[in-house]
């Protein structure tokens, strides 16, 4: 055989090029290292010393917000449910599992009636999704805003992230196809749209404005896309923000909405962290809709939106259990027919996963029996990641070069850093961006795993990183100012 007879079908220069170029930072480079020091720590099987030869004992993921790795523990009125809908045989014995076990009747009633809806979790559901539950999200929407919502309209998914895959093949026709994506954006969006060969049209935030949206910004960027060619379909928010953490007010979500209608694009609205809200109120895209087209019969009557929302975050983090939903408002009935054509591709949703969503969208209510530990479950997790959140602001405020807008909402921070020349210099060495050079710096100094700002899409000339406020305690933000204070010192000019 020839030497240069290849050995396998598949190379890094055959494979769909598209797929090789989309680039995902939340779950690149630094990741991936991040990953390798966490398994030198651990000790392994029959037990061995960990590494001793870095300098920290634990890595922190404060790149992904992954609520449950970093220790956050589940509601356990969903856990209770979910052990009973895995092995329904524990129903036989109602005594054992509320005297032995401290169940109480609402979770076996609430087991019971999500068992007559799906029959069994290991069994395929409807392609669209299991009717009751998507009754249950029809309900807890109009509870939300006040206007009705169609359960023939409302999609469960395999977390959001799947919602945004399916919608975005189906509005993505053609390589001239865009797409207005908020910089900086939570990258799942451009790297979508690299795999479907369609264009990113990036609109900047306004960070001078608490990172808000800014519609004059909107509007450049759509008159110079449509000068370049590009077919602008439909426009990305996300609110509260991904990786900015801030929260839109009314005002600006009804300014999306009236440019969207004055433009007839799409409104993809991301909103999976409405309950993730530490100052003003949540305000959903469908009621900012709706309240515009009461106000103006007809004038919006015809805005697609598309609203999505998942049970990874808020204060369920049931990220690997993948559910979560999309509600259509306002779309053709053929189109609609194409995107359930779409999902039935993949056949369903994980049933487990969307009753999770059922139990996010229903969970129990004062005067049931689970309500008190719910309760302070749900609050204790709010208050945590508030008080980690202020933590972290504040030392943000102390550091050196560093300026961070107040926490609003979602699981975020993204602070802009300025560092000196001599930094830059050496990351240009190192081949990086100089925001790449100092997070790889931050991981190797203190094991804590941030995402440089590059990965999200920055003004020219700025720099950041994002970080979660989700690991427990705040001895981490600690090392956070340690390394910073001593990175400054050493590329300090002389």
Not at 150 to 168: C, H, K, Q, R
Request: hydrophobic share 35%; net charge neutral.
């Amino acid at each position: 055989m020839s030497s240069s007879t290849p050995l396998r079908s598949l190379n890094i220069n055959n494979i769909n090029p598209h797929v090789r170029e989309a680039q995902y930072a939340v779950r690149g480079e630094l990741a991936t290292r991040a990953e390798s020091y966490r398994a030198k720590l651990k000790k392994g099987h029959p037990p061995t010393p960990p590494d001793e030869s870095l300098p920290f004992d634990k890595v922190i993921s404060a790149n992904i917000g992954n609520p449950q790795q970093l220790d956050q523990k589940p509601i356990t009125f969903f856990r209770q449910v979910l052990s009973i809908l895995e092995y329904p045989p524990l129903l036989e014995n109602e005594e054992v599992l509320i005297k032995s076990l401290g169940y109480k009747q609402d979770v076996i009633d609430r087991a019971r009636w999500l068992l007559s809806e799906v029959n069994s979790v290991g069994a395929y559901s409807q392609s669209q999704g299991v009717p009751g539950i998507r009754n249950s999200v029809a309900t807890y929407i109009e509870r939300r805003d006040g206007y009705p919502s169609d359960p023939g309209s409302i999609f469960l998914s395999a977390g959001a992230s799947s919602g945004v895959n399916t919608l975005m093949n189906v509005i993505c026709a053609k390589p001239e196809t865009g797409i207005l994506v908020p910089i900086p954006q939570y990258p799942l969006y451009t790297a979508t749209l690299a795999v479907l060969n369609a264009r990113c049209v990036p609109y900047y935030l306004d960070e001078s404005k608490a990172w808000g949206t800014d519609l004059s910004a909107i509007k450049t960027a759509y008159q110079k896309a449509k000068k370049e060619g590009t077919d602008v379909r439909a426009i990305v928010v996300i609110n509260p923000g991904n990786p900015t953490g801030a929260s839109l007010s009314p005002k600006d979500v009804r300014s999306v909405i009236e440019f969207a209608a004055e433009e007839k694009l799409v409104v993809l609205a991301d909103e999976v962290y409405q309950t993730n809200i530490f100052i003003g109120k949540f305000t959903s895209f469908k009621k900012g809709l709706r309240d515009l087209q009461k106000e103006q019969p007809k004038k919006f009557d015809n805005v697609e939106l598309a609203s999505l929302n998942s049970i990874s975050k808020g204060m369920v983090g049931e990220c690997g259990h993948r559910g979560g939903y999309f509600e259509l408002i306002g779309f053709d009935k053929e189109v609609q027919a194409q995107i359930y054509k779409f999902v039935s591709i993949m056949l369903c949703a994980p049933v487990v996963g969307q009753c999770l969503v059922e139990m996010q969208v229903n969970p129990p209510k004062e005067g049931d029996p689970s309500y008190p530990l719910y309760k302070k479950e749900y609050d204790g997790i709010a208050q945590g990641l508030q008080k980690r959140a202020t933590a972290l602001f504040e030392a943000f405020k102390e550091m050196e070069g560093v300026i961070c807008q107040e926490p609003q909402g979602s699981m975020y921070l993204y602070p802009t850093i300025t560092l000196p020349p001599r930094a830059i210099d050496q990351a240009k060495k190192e081949k990086r961006a100089p925001d790449e050079f100092y997070c790889f710096r931050l991981l190797d100094a203190t094991g804590v795993c941030v995402v440089p700002g590059s990965g999200f899409g920055q003004k020219e000339g700025t720099l950041h990183f994002r970080t979660t406020f989700l690991a427990p305690g705040t001895e981490w933000v600690g090392r956070i100012t340690e390394f910073h204070r001593g990175f400054m010192d050493e590329f300090r000019e002389e």
